[in-house]
């Protein structure tokens, strides 16, 4: 779903939403869903990040990938991914989103019980010169219950 | 969305310990009465802890802006009248820190290019950037941007968020606050949002009073701000009607980065102070002579990092 304060044509609407849904979903794959379990690297997690959002995401990479979980996880099985988009876009021209995301997965483990993941929060993004769309700010929370318990879809 | 979420990271961080332990205890205490003992079972509740985290790409982290309340009239250019108000914030991005410095809009300076007069008469003489170049000299530090709103601006903005909430420490009457203002927490609509950030008479030390008063309005507009910031448009709606309504050199996607910086201000790491003086006269003018080695004081400790270490 996406709320437009501003005026946006149908064609940049569509054309908004799957540029800002690449960025969101790359992320979301690089960081969590993506990649051979188990796997320790996630230098690319944020390559869809602006280099300052980046560099601070690396500070708190323990939440915004699954860095830490990542070596006794067997495999990965995405619930839901999910990104609600308001855009600011005066003129016609989309200026700045926030994207509303959640996403839950199972980390299935060999050795433990598997977890029932939930992140949640909002993404920043707005439009760099090469008109890609990358995210600049976050604000993000993360929850886990052993799967099949807390049934938060 | 997620309410539960938005509301944890408006809590200071002692508030927040203290809460979790007190849930916690209830929760125990809880326990303790219901729980049968040693059973396998399928809990009906649960306690989950969320970890939480944010940050946002700003250069610089730390950012200084002149916010004025200019006394502009109907017909009359809010960046070509003398300010009302004068407030230096600022804003650490990475740490949530802000530091306000109110100046009184009838401290007696120098202002570049036009002698000694009132610093408030600079935004008249030359609008936005002579009133940062006067506080520049005043204060030593040379604000990133200035933002300007007049009376009608102010009170559509304060109006447009369903008022804010100020805690005044003294009280005071005027005719557009029914009962008064009084002492601690004070709901208020958008006219009286102003007659609080405007008013001298009653309040004991006159000028600097209502500077302190315009840091409290703007402590209420950033709680309030941050308070419905997780409502889905919020913000992308309140930052189209600023587009539509002030004027401004930067470009929406500059305005929107820099719109979500400012939200990253926690309210309780908020520093204010006013920077303090002598009232006198020059000519038939009556002036305050500012205490510039404080302001000087002030600024130098809080330039790297918008926070104020120490007293005013």
């Given amino acids: ?153 | 969305m997620n309410r539960f979420h938005w509301t944890r990271h408006f809590r200071t961080r002692h508030f927040r310990r203290a809460r979790q332990i007190t849930v916690l205890g209830v929760v125990l205490a809880m326990t303790a009465i219901v729980v049968p003992p040693a059973t396998v079972r399928n809990a009906p509740t649960a306690l989950v802890k969320v970890e939480s985290v944010r940050g946002i790409d700003h250069e610089p982290h730390v950012i200084w802006i002149l916010a004025l309340g200019s006394d502009a009239r109907p017909g009359q250019s809010v960046v070509r009248s003398r300010a009302d108000a004068i407030q230096l914030v600022g804003v650490n991005t990475k740490t949530g820190a802000a530091t306000a410095i109110g100046i009184p809009r009838d401290s007696y300076v120098n202002i570049p290019g036009q002698g000694r007069n009132k610093i408030n008469a600079a935004l008249y003489f030359g609008g936005p950037q002579l009133m940062a170049g006067a506080v520049a000299d005043m204060v030593g530090i040379r604000p990133d941007y200035v933002f300007t709103t007049g009376f009608l601006g102010f009170r559509a903005m304060v109006q447009s968020m369903g008022g804010i909430t100020v805690r005044s420490k003294y009280s005071f009457t005027d005719v557009v606050m029914p009962g008064g203002y009084r002492v601690g927490k004070n709901k208020l609509n958008g006219l009286q949002a102003l007659i609080f950030a405007r008013i001298r008479y009653g309040l004991p030390r006159g000028d600097f009073d209502r500077s302190a008063n315009q840091q409290r309005t703007m402590v209420g507009i950033l709680r309030e701000v941050r308070s419905k910031a997780d409502k889905p448009g919020f913000m992308e709606r309140s930052l189209l009607s600023v587009v539509k309504n002030m004027d401004t050199n930067l470009r929406p996607s500059e305005l929107f980065m820099l719109a979500q910086a400012l939200t990253q201000i926690q309210p309780d790491k908020i520093t204010r102070c006013v920077i303090g003086g002598s009232t006198g006269s020059a000519g038939a003018a009556s002036v305050v002579f500012p205490d510039i080695g404080q302001a000087r004081s002030i600024a130098n400790r809080a330039r790297k990092d918008a926070t104020l270490n120490g007293r005013c």
């Fill in chain 1, 1 to 153: 779903m996406t709320r437009v304060a501003g005026t946006l044509k149908k064609a940049r609407r569509g054309s908004l939403e799957r540029k800002v849904g690449r960025a969101i979903s790359s992320y979301f794959d690089a960081a969590y869903l993506g990649g051979e379990y188990p796997r320790a690297d996630f230098t690319k997690a944020f390559a869809t990040f602006s280099e300052g959002a980046a560099r601070q995401a690396r500070g708190d990479r323990s939440l915004l990938t699954n860095a830490d979980l990542a070596k006794s996880i067997a495999a990965v099985t995405p619930i839901r991914k999910d990104a609600r988009l308001s855009v600011l876009a005066p003129k016609n021209v989309a200026a700045g989103v926030t994207a509303r995301i959640r996403l839950v997965f199972v980390a299935d483990s060999e050795e433990a019980q598997d977890t029932r993941v939930t992140i949640s929060g909002r993404l920043l993004l707005t439009r760099m010169k090469s008109g890609r769309w990358h995210i600049f700010g976050y604000d993000v929370a993360r929850s886990a219950v052993p799967a099949g318990k807390g049934a938060s879809r």
